[in-house]
């Protein structure tokens, strides 16, 4: 943070002599005064008319990492207002009569990031640490069951059309798919689209560790090929988690130091 501030401070100095040129120009020199002149920039900006005011690499691959979080923030907080709520809705497809419906139920998603578990804690494992992974779930059936819906004889269907089909960018590393910072985004996310492993340390030196998931769906695969070590070895485990790309097939190597608190 203190490095960022003190960029800051030396942009706005600069930036008092130059006024009069173009943003372009501004830009350029800005950015080819040291130290900014050391890193590969990437501007492209136009104006509501479409008229292009920078362009600097602007059709350049680069790899901008968590930065690009700071975009969509800033332009969510521009576009939508302050009391915006993002909208889960349920639509009947069929005929509803006596509390049953003839057809199926549809869960159309726009994106809510709330439908998972959240905790309150930095010991997510203490007691009321954290609420229920089915906490949205429920609250939707209660409304269903408030509603006079008492039974569905059709399908229950999860509709995420609402974002872009493309779920796995083609530029991301395979290693980071395998973790939660890169769980893929859709319409419809339930438990931020990712699976929570808790490791516990196995009885006795050789012994497979403990490993449990949640939430428990049943649509993959898991092998655990991790073992137990003495208490006073390094724990690997962390960084062990694998899965074949393009299937749903799980597998954890590494080791666990005996007696460790259990974590996830």
Known sequence: MRKLILASLTISAAASSLVGQSLEQRLNRLLETPPFNRATWNIYAQDDRGHVLVNRNGDRFSVPASNTKLIVASTATVLLPA??????????NGTLAGGILEGDLILYGRGDPSWSERCYSIDTLAA???????TAVDAIADSLRARGIKRVTGRIVGDGSYFEPTIVHWNWESFDLNWWYAAPVSGLGFHDNSVDFQITPGPFVDAPPVISWNPDLSFFTFENRARTV??????TIGDNFFRKPGTMDIWAEGTVALGRTPWI
Request: net charge negative; glycine share 4%; proline share 0%.
């Open 230 to 235: 003495v208490a006073d070895s390094e724990t």
């Open 83 to 92: 009391d915006y709520r993002a909208r889960t809705s349920v639509y009947a």
């Open 128 to 134: 009321g640490a954290c609420d229920s992974t089915w």
